[in-house]
């Protein structure tokens, strides 16, 4: 009976659930801006005031009450008590007494085009762009206000990033990074391998070489030297920061370059003013990407069946290299211990452990999730949810639209001080990427992205969910409003009629 | 490394080659014109002259020399010459002084929506009817006015039948059965079996669904009556001739349905004023399938490895049933001698044989090819051009464009007489399909499909295709504006920028 | 993760499982008797006196109490009250007070050869009929004296067969069939598919080749006549009877000939002195090889989802062919019911219902199990034990040391009289294969295949197992020698030295 | 239609082809000639003379004429004219006039049970060791004295080597490294994938463990250290030397280790007095397993689509790293870009490059092929024919009766000096993994492997082939009664009847 392998549904879910994030080392802080102002259209200055809150500002040590958010434009103007604040006549006022207000959440790890599935992006062939939009609108809608895409199609993210920052489309702010160097494009062994069975060659070839471009898998055949030289040709399309493999995709356990390549990358990626990030999946994988310089770690706390020793843990917080940890809830860790087999067990085991020794280690946490949209026959797939490492349940820990807040969650359980989850989700992605001269905090001159919740996320991780209000860049978002062309995000179709009398000679899920 | 098995290749090369065409016995001629007239809207009649040709008329033993055509409105309102006929002051003439007037084409075994490749259903979601429009029109251009689809998703299908009826879409007149009774659909083991592979469940059902409805493998487990049972059902959806599975689809010996059930089905088809048909493979396959009373036999040619015997010949000729003889040109023979497997070379020789003999045997012979449309990027794609058991050169005698003119020179080379070939591809399928009432010969009353050639097709099968003049209903087709929206029949996109700097790691080939 | 795909466990299990069994209706009585007389040593004749039993013949309606049975040489020499008997002085006496004498049990489809597997062909390689000997051991020790073997390599089987015969060989007595005409073999597409994947050309084809001969599916392709005559010279290479497939293996399904060919086949065998049966999976297949004349239907109640009509039910009885079911137990069947798909869960609810009715039915009964010996790592493999139609545990059906005694369960638990699943085992078999004149009841002058019981049969299937004696042409067997030299039957080794420190890097069972 | 992947037959072939040889770097030189004398049975020291030959005894610069050698016991007494020896009485005296006398030849890379299919290994189930035997007698036939065994079963292969060394069998000398350290058994992704569909699970774990014991592909996920400590457990097995995987073994671009652990490894293996060796498959593994101090390097002209960059070779000089070169003949190199695909072009292409590089780098060449030896059936089963990187005809480099012949012709093709190739073949080897004290050499104490030629191998390479009489430790080798009990060397058996009849349904190489 021909079935998705198994296989290859973990590598979907893998490719979506654990192909790392971002981290940016932007020497140049203009640059780091560009996204957020490259083509934007004037506007007169609003004036809009968050009177009377408990501010938890993300670089205090403690929230401070009774405190109020002055905002001019795309910035904030002030901070501090109503009546020392310069509101103006028609300043908007927005009574939040009782209310949390706190900057906008960041994702250090998302996916804005994951579903690379032969009938996704065949469906919305032209439409891909609208895709990426629909996610940063979902992001957006969840408080998100930023997102740092770290493995998709370059051309078609950058577009929509710069719509974005432009105003002409709602959604998340986007940095991207485009492929993983080193990894070869989503009809290759490295994701879903069975599409180049079905699809035509023509086609294979054209999917692999947009996501891939002059940065595939060729590059491990190369010297350091010349790796860094097709870096550079990458970094020149437009890219917000690098992101190479330092261990492979799939098993995981081999290395895709040697330190020095890795090394030679960062310096690459430094020189253009850019961080560099590793996809690392092994304790000698996340040794060497540490000793190459990386500004960011993605899912360092997945090592296979090894935690991380103590020395490199070590060597984490020395170099101040962004921990972009990829933690489960418990009842998403039962669900792997009772259904998967013995080698995911292991894995899933240290990666628990992981988690908690990085968050003792001192090393910056980063919140991150690989998160992505599927659309729901997708997720009710009955290979996926046998097969999904994490529940695709209540828990899906890398869906868009919750993922972050199951991150809260697990990371309570694992026994993060409250603040240090909540810089994880602000100030320490704005940093580590070298975003923080605009973002990540809430102080006067920066942008004003900010989240106004219902209650205090510093007593209850659940409390994140209660969100109240999202401001973008100063402007209200209309949350109802989002996704504004529900595509991935719509409902699933009812059966159609042929479907009611089709009875399958054998079925699929035999 | 991951490539498109050359069972599927093949598997889909057959599909869309060799899964058979069409048979009527509308005891209804009221019916048999159905489509036709349907939703038609009205128009002023208008009078058109052709004049002065050498007529073929599909009747007549010989050609008629100096004879003109007098068209009404949709219909022929008389023939002779000029001098005879009431031609009015407003008749538009025609001179086709050394032409040759011959009935409009008809073609025994298209298939509209070939095409059922993942990506090619994907890329047109929601505008599969005008894939079926393009093919209509493709048709069309080429000669053929009228076609039978023997195998496709019924319900696109009589959607642009009847609007092609209705004078809505220009395009080749259409009859059609939907699913062949018996097999399952495009995602299954009858067809592209590894599609189930990468394609979600949910899309999986559904498209099999489409094409099969109630009327898949699981009639096999049924008894005799049950099988009618429902193939009644099926028929009350408004299909125009009922195609069952004498034999499987792959690998073709095993049979689908015993003499008892194909009766049944038969039967069931002419109560309902019907021609039935039946896809044969085997000697026994085809033996049983004559004796079950079909109107049509698909591709009797085919037979694997053994000849047709002496003694069904003869019933052949006994039942009258239609012959759809599927021939390759010599050139095409070659290349399956000079490069497929003996189990394929053994099958067309036989093949072969089977033709040379079904032509002196008496039994009506009818045009058919399996004609189809495949974008470029699949007929150049390396495993097709290996694989295909009929080269996808300049003889792919499956292309709808040209497929029919390389069945009447394959024919002129296995020694058919001339004027044979010219019923097979007019009267004789007219008769076979009980459509003769209205199409197939070019005689007072009958509906004006005609086709004006440049040079005499009695002396050479070549000359089928110095088309000068196509009329359909009495209407002059501007060939040119054919098809009116390519989308398979465009040209293939030049490689794309990405695809210049991108080096898969293992080539698809390989 | 690369794993043994289920589709071809449950192949194998179908082929040992469900891959039918032999019907003979030899006109030849002497032909009947050859191989248990063939070649065999002179031997002075024992005499041996089986004392004050009951005696449940197989032939009368009721058991006889107070009967002994009175044996010579390897035949039965009288019956009646021991008093009666012309017992001599050096006659030897057997005590059966309180037992139950009834005739050695007879199986009507067994496979001695099952374990077709690479591995397991090629770890015996040269010692296939040592193979076949333990099975023909295994089936005797457990009370089956007589045993139809109805699919396997010919030429071994016959060697093992003849050995038996001649006494050279303790075992089972053996007929068979050897290949099921128009199945190809063991690595083709209708069994263990993939083993062609990673077996030499040369290997797959030499297997096949002793499987098949030339009588595989190739003979699909061809006329009637033709079918018989390629029958007519396997017949002469000396099988006991033949078996052909009226439907293919798996699916299951279509028909491998059309009633024209199998009447061909029955009758070729009838006219050289051989029952025909058939292996039958649908309601066609099965109505098709009863018409066709048949001696005996294989599983007969396995018709996929549809349960057999009530007109085929009759004509089966009508016929008197052998019904040859495969019954599962209550244990067995709800095993199935929570484990397996929707597709073979509705099949074993329409093979209940089949065996219910075919019970009731009038058609003869025959004890039939596709019993086969497989090696513990196989029935402990995770694969087996997940996919395996019925269940590898205590019921697995079988098993040949243990199924036919499930099968005495499952017949009870559906309300079979006992006395009708007595004859099942015992006179049914020996007059549908026309071996009754020699076998099948306890008469004077039959073979004196004898067991004894200590718990009276007729009053609890389960009491089959209380096997007290078993005799074989006269000559009490060694239970506990046998099998002679074990080799599937043996423990499954303890893990080497190098498994302890060898951890595979990824589990194949993932 | 199922076929062996092409995939997987090349997994085989580049398995035999290019798994790398042997490097040792024993300090102590007493345990680099413990295989050659354990378990020795006293024997009394004959005297042997070869007499007045043109002696190359791989160390001087120059062929010396009109020399004669002197052999006491297993060893040479002396080299010298012969009136200067003191030849006693009963020295047996080899007239050895206008021949050409030189050192055994030796082989840095051989598989001695290469052919792990599973059809072969469970042929000759419990005859492992006399496959092993046969191979070794393979070798010794064909001139080759000492061979190194850089992968295979460990086990299997001591008990051999012991039972050579012991004189118990005749055989090439053997020295053995057991796994490749850091890849998995053959049934597993790293050799032959579709085995693991097909066999037990039971099974295909024990072949894995056999061949990987503590040191597979779990090595990549563990520390340097704990590596290291896997590995001294191995060492305290008994192997001769260690040798591991730099790059993985296909695609062959990753790597398995980094040079920390590398260098761990070697370090362990030296303190251990063994030598260690890398398997490479790129420039970067390249690069780093001379970093890590690798003694010998196996095949590292194989880089991928890339030559060694001019830094490497210089890096490879002046570590004196032993270079086990795999050069292709002129002839096998036109067959390989005539036949595969563009990939392989480009990386034999390079190979070509690199081998070229390499003979003018001044880093010590050594005589290596991957020498093994494959059945008939296998050689010639199309798939392979097609799909083997360097032709199974003639020019068969890794054939290990003549692939060593290949081995002078294609260096003598690509320039390499005669004394070069010769030294390559004997001194170098025994430097190389530290045997230098016993072999390589013709001089005064070293063993008496001495190879006697027809012609002068400094003249052309296909004078290697010349042999007129090879000795090992002193002793005449009886070439034709090698090997004692031909298995994989026997001709293919003819075919048996049954395939005379048998005509497959559709041919495996379809």
Known sequence: MPMPTRREFIALAAGAGLAGAAGATAADTAAAARPSTRGRRERKARSLLISGATVIDGSADKPIEGQSVLIEGSRIKALGRRDELPVLSDTRIIDAQGKYVIPGLMNANVHLLADARLENLMRYAGRWEELIAEAAQVALKSGQTTVFDTYGPRRYLMTVRDRIAAGETVGSRIFCAGNIIGLDGPYSADFLTSTAEVASSAL?????????????????????????????????KGIDFIKYASNDHVPGAFLAFSLEAQTAMVEEAHRAGLTAQAHTMS??????????????????????????????LESFARHKAGAAVFPITNKAYEHVMKTLAATARTMWSSADINVRNLIRSGAPLLLANDGAV??????????????????????NSIDLAKGHFYWFQAMEEKGCPPMEMLRAATRNIAVAYRRDKDLGTLEAGKIADVLILDRNPLQAAANYRSIHMILKEGEIIDRDALPATPMLTKPMEPPIEEERSYIPFLSKGR
């Open 283 to 312: 304790v000698e994988g996340l040794r060497i990407a540490i000793e190459a310089g990386c500004d960011i770690i993605q899912h360092p706390n997945i090592t296979g069946p090894e935690p991380i020793p103590e020395r490199t």
């Open 374 to 395: 599927f659309p729901p026959e997708f997720l009710t797939d009955p290979l996926v949810t046998r097969a999904w490492s994490v529940a695709p349940g209540e828990d």
């Open 204 to 236: 294979v070839n054209r999917v692999n070489a947009i996501w891939v471009e002059n940065v595939g898998r060729r590059l491990m055949w190369l010297t350091p030297e010349r790796v860094a030289q097709e870096v550079r040709v990458y970094i020149e």
